[in-house]
Nanobody, 118 residues
């Protein structure tokens, strides 16, 4: 059974940092493209960052580039999102997503809340 379990969310002041983790199981993690999405209040779910299976290529949403860093540890089946210089507009539920297999099946975690507020 595929599981993606996010952790590391919380309340942080503007300018602060958080590190999200997503522990994966039930599939071959090292073959999967991993993504972080977020959904803010009243907004659609948006792609924030992507990392390829070997970790050699990354992609970032324009508004987070230079502040967020996605990384992965294939030995630990875990993907991370380091978030620095957080802004109130980064407030959202952050979701881990895996895309794998010949038909690029997508799996989702349940999300972790990030709130940026003074």
């Amino acid at each position: 059974q595929v599981q993606l379990v996010e952790s590391g969310g919380g309340l942080v002041q503007p300018g602060g940092s958080l590190r999200l983790s997503c522990a994966a199981s039930g599939f071959t993690f090292s073959n999967a493209v991993m993504n972080w999405y977020r959904q803010g209040p009243g907004k659609e779910r948006d792609l924030v960052a992507t990392i390829t299976s070997a970790g050699t290529t990354t992609y970032y949403k324009d508004s987070v580039r230079g502040r967020f860093t996605i990384s992965r540890d294939n030995a630990k089946n875990t993907v991370y999102l380091q978030m620095n210089s957080l802004k109130p507009e980064d407030t959202a539920v952050y979701y881990c997503n895996a895309m794998t297999g010949p038909v690029r099946t997508r799996y989702w975690g349940r999300g972790t809340q990030v709130t940026v507020s003074s």
